[in-house]
Every structure is written in structure tokens, then in C-alpha cells.
């Protein structure tokens, strides 16, 4: 019992070591060269499997900065191959008075009885107008600013048939809510092999060309050039759909705070985005080119085999090629084997595997020859050679394979003098030829004819029933299509419906940032439901104007405004939220929206 004593402690010490090891604390700046009066913001992001020992978050000294708002605390959780992890984000929004170079201190926070620090950042502050003062660029502007689509390559300058891999990422630093390739790249002189990318991308941090960004791979491709020259990869085009503040014109001093993506409104927009086109500069394969060589490039084995070498003539032998390794497999011709003259061959079975591990493209190509010997006796089938460029080497290389030697022993033989029982009989004969019938016969009628018979008369009939029944069902699909916009506003208050009892089912869990964000969706579902507005140019404003017009009460179409700004404001200040208000926040938005359901009601 005193060992166990011992034990149990050190177990749950071990324990929470490596719980606070698998942890990581991070901070990130949005821009690491700012005008003096901008304003940039500063993140410390806490990383690890389970974050619900997290305490006593200690932020560094602000004493060289003006801080407009903090600490904004959020959290996600994600699940990449089965396995959780969470983060916990606390960001302040700063500006610096002066120009100069500044250094932020260290965060640290614990976690499971582990304190955790930050690395020290630099910030440098040039000369330059304040922010306030800059004209506010418009949306395009912002999210050229802010959101970029960037090819790369791990190499741009290879040899004939060797393997680049192409990464494109998406660089952002606004709010990404999904995104889809509008137009893949054209890979004109190459050979294409796309490599498996996870369905939910991992962000990481870089920065590029001064800018910080959150950045996901979302596709890579592996290319093999099948000429010389210089090549270009056409850009990548995706469709992205983005979050971005409503934009408030005021000369109220206190909107540039305001107007701050922590308290926005805020819109979705769908907007295209292209890479940057790549050159490759692809080089001939050096020094002579031997004979027998086929384009294969990179680093191969070349095996081949028979299944027997003792067999009766007529018996099958199965005569298998196999090349594996690494390179341009799809590609790969493997040498045609030199067979006997009495050996009868049928078309090869040609089988790939590929494998694309670490993003480089490896593989098996196997070809399989049925040969059948016709005579008895010995027969040789001579090495064949496969020769291709070793990268490793930088040289050509091939590889031969064994010498195959058979013995055929005599088959079953059927002689040219065998004879046949009688003439209706169909025997093989001697010289593999069968007998020909001369003569017709005599004929008699077997059974009814097909076309007295009821199936043919229902099978003739099918077809036009057929054709009407497929005509009908498409004009009542077109009918259902033409109706689409009117069934979702007949729908739009059972949808809702649906899901405020899922919003109440939120609140008694105490899941308090789903519970918003779930009275926000259902809102702007049902106004995009009621007004026939697409969710990228729906804005509270311009639906609570629509709802007026159409004879809402203002009391109505307030509640609802009052409703969105109280959810958004509750998500990104959660501290000032009770449970009390969300509760009464969800019967607020139940009556406003079967006010607003009854006036439209009365209106139809």
C-alpha cells in the first residue's frame, strides 16, 4: 500500500507533463511593419488536446502601446485523422504613437500545472499616416489586401520526365467560409498525378511579404514533364466565399473603433481568386541515349518471372514483367519479351498500383503474358533489359533479366487419321478445322409464334408508355424548380422553428458560441428565406428596409436588429452575457419573427 501511495502520484504527474509537453503557446502579430496611429493586432494562441485545465492567462506589458480592446477570447475545435485538438485564442487590438522599433513581451499562461511562455515579437513603426486618416479602401481593395491564392513549386529548374510538385495554398487574413476550385490549371507538357489532400486543410501561420496570414495547402499536384523547354503552369482559379464587416459611414469619432471586425456586422461575399502562373525549366536528359531506352526517369527495379518451367505442350505458362520504384510509373513501357517460334501468346494484362506517400509518386507496373507451347522439346526465352535514368546516379542504367529455359514433354496429340461417327456429329478433327454441315436439313414447326403471344403485344406497348410516363415526371420536376423560391417562403417558419428548439437545446448544454451563432443563422436564414435575397448581398439593413416596406411593424423589425446585434455582440464578448439574457434573447427572437410572419401573412 505505501508503494501505491508513491506510485499514484508520480502516475498523475507523469500525466500532466506530458499533457502540458503536447501543448503549445504562440504568439502572432497581423503585420510586423505598421504606419504610426495604425491599428494591428496581436494574438496568443494556446494549442493542445485538451485546454480544460487553462488558467491564468498573463498577457505582456502594453506600456509602449495604446490598446483599443482586449482581451478577445475565442475557441476552436478541430479533428484531423481522428484525433482532437483545441485551441484557445486571446487577442488585443493596439496602435503605437511613435515611430520605432518595439519589442512585445512574453505571455504565459498554465495548463494542467504546467506554465507555458511566448516568444518575444518585433514590431516596427514607420512614419505614416494614422489610420483614420487613410481613405478606406472598398471591398475589392480589402480582400486583394488580405486574401491571396499562391502557387509554388519544390523546384523550377528539372530534367526530361522528372518529378516536380506544385503546392498551392490560400493566404488569408479574413474570415474564410469555404472555398472551391473554379477552374483547374492547365499543365500543358506535362503528365499530371494529383496528390490526396485531407477534406478539412490544417492553417498554420506564415508571413509573406510582411504580412502575417493563417494559410492552408488546398492542393498539390506532382508533374512530370514529357518535353524540354521552358514550361508554364497555367493559374489556379478559386471561388471563395468571405465574411467582412458592414461597412458604417459616421463622423462619430468612436466608429473606427466600432467599425473593428470584433463588433461589425458582418456580410458574406463570393469573390474569385487566381494563383500566380509558374515557369519550369525542363532539360534534356544528359549524355547518350543508350538503346532500348523509353523515357523512364527516376529509381526502378525491373523484375520478371515465370510461373513454371517444365509443362505439356498446349499447357499455359504465365510469363510476368514487373517495374517498381519511384518516377513517372504511369508512363513506364517494360520490353517485349523475344518468345519461341512454336509459343502462342495472348494480349498481355497490363496492372498499375500507385502510391502517392509524402508527395512523391511511387508505384508498380506489372504486365502478365499467357504463352502456350505448341511442340515438345526445349525452349529458351533470351533476358530482356529495361533501361532507364537513375537521378541518383545521374546516369543511364539497366537492368537485365534472367535467361528462361522449358521443358515442353509431348501433349495429348489427335492425328490426322481420326475419324468421325457420323456426319450430324461436330468433332474436332486432326488439323484443328471442324466439320462443315452441307445441308439445311428438314425443318418442322416448334410451338406458337412469338407475335400471337400477349408479352409481345405488352412489350411492343411498353416503350410509348415508357416515353409519356419519363415526359410527365419532367414537366413535374420543372413545376417543382419554377416553385423552388415559393417553397422556401412557405417553409421559412417551420425552418425556423427547427431551429430555435435546436438554440434552446444549445442553451441548456451551456454550449454559449454555438448558441449565438445559432440564433444569427436562423435570423439571416429567415430573412434570406422571406426577401428572396442571396446570402452574398443579404445585409441586416437593406432586409429590415425590404420588411418595411412590405408593411412590418417597426417594433418588429427593430426586435430583429436588436436580436443580431446582441447574438454578434455576445460571441465576441462573452464575459458580458448571463444566462438569464440568453434565455431571454431566444423568446425575443421567437415573438419578433411571428410578428414579422403575420404582417407578411396579412399582406399576401
Request: aromatic content about 8%; charged content about 25%; overall charge positive.
Amino acid at each position: 500500500m505505501k508503494a501505491l501511495a508513491i506510485f499514484i502520484p508520480v502516475l498523475l504527474f507523469t500525466i500532466t507533463g506530458a499533457l502540458g509537453q503536447n501543448a503549445t503557446f504562440v504568439a502572432t502579430l497581423d503585420q510586423t511593419t505598421i504606419a504610426a496611429g495604425q491599428q494591428f493586432q496581436i494574438s496568443f494562441a494556446l494549442s493542445a488536446p485538451d485546454i480544460d485545465g487553462v488558467e491564468n492567462f498573463r498577457p505582456p506589458d502594453f506600456k509602449q502601446f495604446v490598446v483599443l480592446g482586449g482581451p478577445f477570447q475565442s475557441t476552436s475545435v478541430q479533428y484531423i485523422d481522428g484525433r482532437g485538438s483545441a485551441t484557445v485564442t486571446y487577442s488585443y487590438g493596439l496602435y503605437a504613437r511613435q515611430p520605432g522599433k518595439y519589442t512585445v513581451g512574453a505571455a504565459t499562461i498554465d495548463i494542467k500545472g504546467t506554465t507555458l511562455r511566448t516568444q518575444p515579437l518585433q514590431i516596427e513603426v514607420v512614419q505614416g499616416k494614422p489610420q483614420s486618416q487613410q481613405k478606406a479602401p472598398d471591398d475589392a481593395e480589402d480582400l486583394a489586401n488580405n486574401l491571396l491564392i499562391r502557387a509554388t513549386a519544390d523546384r523550377l529548374q528539372i530534367k526530361q520526365s522528372e518529378q516536380v510538385t506544385v503546392t498551392y495554398k490560400l493566404y488569408t487574413r479574413v474570415q474564410v467560409e469555404g472555398y472551391d476550385i473554379a477552374r483547374a490549371p492547365v499543365y500543358q507538357g506535362f503528365w499530371s498525378e494529383e496528390i490526396e489532400q485531407p477534406k478539412q486543410p490544417t492553417l498554420t501561420t506564415e508571413v509573406y511579404e510582411g504580412k502575417q496570414y493563417r494559410v492552408a495547402t488546398i492542393r498539390r499536384t506532382a508533374l512530370f514533364p514529357t518535353q524540354t523547354g521552358k514550361l508554364t503552369v497555367s493559374p489556379l482559379e478559386v471561388r471563395c466565399a468571405v465574411q467582412l464587416p458592414s461597412r458604417r459611414r459616421s463622423n462619430d469619432p468612436f466608429d473606427s473603433f466600432f467599425n473593428d471586425p470584433f463588433f461589425s456586422r458582418r456580410q458574406t461575399v463570393e469573390r474569385e481568386f487566381r494563383s500566380n502562373p509558374l515557369t519550369i525549366t525542363v532539360n534534356p536528359l544528359p549524355g547518350t541515349v543508350p538503346a532500348g531506352f523509353s523515357g523512364a526517369v527516376g529509381r526502378f527495379s525491373f523484375t520478371a518471372s515465370v510461373d513454371k518451367k517444365e509443362a505439356k505442350a498446349g499447357d499455359p505458362i504465365t510469363l510476368r514483367l514487373s517495374v517498381s520504384g519511384s518516377g513517372n510509373v504511369k508512363l513506364l513501357t517494360l520490353p517485349k519479351p523475344v518468345l519461341p517460334a512454336d509459343f502462342e501468346a495472348y494480349e498481355p494484362k497490363i496492372s498499375d498500383e500507385i502510391t502517392r506517400e509524402a508527395g512523391v509518386i511511387r508505384g508498380r507496373k506489372t504486365v502478365e503474358y499467357l504463352v502456350i507451347p505448341r511442340n515438345a522439346g526445349r525452349r529458351v526465352i533470351e533476358p530482356m533489359s529495361f533501361t532507364y535514368f537513375d537521378l541518383d546516379k545521374n546516369t543511364y542504367s539497366t537492368i537485365r533479366s534472367p535467361r528462361f529455359e522449358f521443358t515442353i514433354a509431348p501433349g495429348k496429340e489427335i492425328t490426322a487419321a481420326a475419324t468421325v461417327a457420323s456426319k450430324s456429329d461436330i468433332r474436332l478433327l486432326g488439323k484443328d478445322i471442324r466439320f462443315l454441315k452441307l445441308a439445311l436439313g428438314p425443318l418442322r414447326r416448334t410451338g406458337s409464334s412469338l407475335f400471337d403471344s400477349t408479352l409481345f403485344a405488352v412489350v411492343l406497348i411498353l416503350p410509348p408508355l415508357a416515353f409519356v410516363g419519363a415526359l410527365l415526371y419532367r414537366k413535374h420536376q420543372e413545376r417543382l424548380s419554377a416553385n423552388l423560391l415559393q417553397l422556401r417562403f412557405q417553409k421559412a417558419s417551420k425552418e425556423v422553428s427547427r431551429r430555435l428548439k435546436r438554440a434552446r437545446r444549445l442553451l441548456a448544454q451551456g454550449n454559449t458560441e454555438s448558441y449565438n451563432a445559432e440564433i444569427s443563422n436562423t435570423i439571416m436564414m429567415y430573412l434570406e428565406d422571406k426577401l428572396h435575397i442571396s446570402k452574398a448581398y443579404l445585409t441586416v439593413d437593406a432586409a429590415i428596409a425590404l420588411l418595411e416596406q412590405r408593411g412590418v411593424p417597426t417594433d418588429a423589425t427593430q426586435s430583429l436588429r436588436s436580436c443580431m446585434d446582441r447574438a454578434e455582440f455576445a460571441r465576441f464578448a462573452p464575459a458580458a452575457d448571463t444566462r438569464e439574457a440568453r434565455a431571454e434573447l431566444l423568446d425575443t427572437v421567437a415573438h419578433a419573427i411571428a410578428e414579422t410572419e403575420r404582417s407578411l401573412a396579412r399582406r399576401r
